[in-house]
């Protein structure tokens, strides 16, 4: 059922209710539990934003949604209410996610002799198999597969002359709480298999069902990588590291176009490098996300088309011209919302230097270039234009994520 026949009086009308009955009262008539994530603030009071949306949609239609008749999230209730102009703002982490990460900030990693530095062979293969999520492939992976894809790197990335041993990533991850192994007999799981007893058995491992349901989450899974590198890779250069692991999505926040460094087929190089003929063609079948222009026209007439980051404003054909920017990606690996709260108005320059993570926001507001060297300037706001601070967050900590791999480089 949508929630389009929803006004902002109908809102309004839920809210009063709300307080009048009292929160646990309000949710019970209704058949709500608690918000999870986004909550409705208004004049200094925080409602269960799913909750009023099922109560105001009785108020415009006389039908009254419970929590099972829709669902909730950035991409039905908290847009809806955005939209009618009120402000929803995303809860704490939740329990789960804080325990998540506090697991990986605490493996078992073993320290060669002489060596104060961790092995890097646990937190690559789970850097390996948040990829394999991310591409929303089975969580558990046969040996063969997990030997034959972490073996080479380990060897790439881990640290210089250490053996690169995936058979012991692959049992000892079972030690974190988040890794589980199945088909070696109890007999034999009593002492530590080896190699040899994997290729004979054949066994499967990966993520716990647990672990794998939170990972499924973008902005859980961004603080996941976040935290494996800042924590044991330290010293690794990300952008290579990235690529071949395969979450080179998070080198970027956008879809910006990278020269492919091919040569054309087909045609005959001259001096200098120019071409003669035709240029080639080739068919080619592509999916393509389907943005909402109605939001972009909306951002930019918000902003009258300047630049909220350098206040600049081009015209072309004798018109002005800007860019709605997602501040969090919609494709893969971010999967950000098509949102008015998740968009910026940008000039050309200021948004491939967004996309590119060379920029960006930080708690206080203010915009900064990630390797420094640029004089700080605050984002400008239109009061008429909400932006979503988790989308900021989402955007600010891959900006950190890269700055401290191009550092250490």
């Known amino acids: 059922m949508g929630l389009d026949d929803i006004r902002y009086d109908h809102i309004i009308a839920a809210t009063e ?26 004049d200094g009071s925080r409602y269960d934003s799913k909750a009023i949306a099922g109560v105001a949609h009785g108020y415009a239609t006389g039908d009254f949604l419970k929590a ?21 703002e995303t809860g704490e982490p939740s329990p789960n996610r804080a325990a998540l990460l506090a697991r990986l900030r605490k493996l078992k990693v073993s320290r060669g002799p002489g060596s104060p530095a961790p092995s890097r062979h646990q937190p690559l293969s789970l850097l ?6 991310a591409d929303e492939l089975p969580r558990l992976t046969s040996w063969p597969t997990f030997r034959d894809e972490v073996g080479p790197l380990l060897v790439e990335f881990g640290l210089r002359h250490a053996r690169a ?46 672990t794998a349901d939170l990972l499924r989450d973008p902005v859980t899974r961004l603080q996941a990588i976040a935290t494996i590198c ?31 460094g091919e040569e054309a087929s087909g045609t005959t190089m001259e001096e200098y490098g120019r071409t003669t003929g035709p240029a080639p063609r080739r068919e080619a079948t592509r999916s393509v996300i389907v943005r909402d222009e109605a939001l972009a026209r909306k951002v930019k007439e918000l902003e009258d088309n300047r630049c909220q980051i350098c206040d600049t404003v081009l015209r072309y054909m004798n018109r002005p011209y800007s860019q709605a920017a997602h501040i969090r990606g919609l494709g893969n690996p971010h999967h950000g919302p098509d949102e008015l709260q998740n968009l910026l108005c ?20 203010m915009v900064r270039g ?12 239109d009061p008429r234009h909400p932006m979503d601070e988790e989308h900021i967050a989402y955007h600010r900590t891959l900006c950190t994520l890269n700055a401290r791999k191009r550092e250490v480089g």
């Open 128 to 133: 390996w198999a948040i990829a394999r999520t």
């Open 165 to 210: 041993t995936p058979e012991y990533p692959f049992w000892y991850l079972q030690g974190s709480g988040l890794w589980e192994v199945r088909g070696i007999p109890s007999e034999l799981a009593e002492k530590t298999p080896n190699a040899r007893t994997f290729n004979e058995l054949q066994p499967k491992a990966g993520f716990t069902a647990e």
């Open 346 to 365: 940008l000039c050309p320059n200021c948004h491939v230097l967004f996309d590119g993570l060379e920029i960006y926001v930080d708690s206080d507001g």
């Open 68 to 88: 099972r008749d829709f669902s909730g999230g950035a991409a039905t209730v908290a847009r809806c209410l955005r939209e009618l102009g009120f402000v929803v």
């Open 230 to 260: 800042e924590t044991y890779l330290e010293s690794t250069e990300r952008r290579t590291l990235f690529a071949r692991i395969g979450l080179s999505g998070y080198t970027t926040a956008g879809d910006l176009l990278s020269s492919s």
């Open 17 to 42: 209710e709300f307080r009048r009955l009292g929160r646990d009262a309000f949710l019970r008539t209704y058949g709500f539990g608690r918000a999870r994530s986004y909550e409705l603030v208004l």
């Open 370 to 381: 990630t390797g420094g060297g640029r004089d700080p300037r605050p984002l400008r706001r």
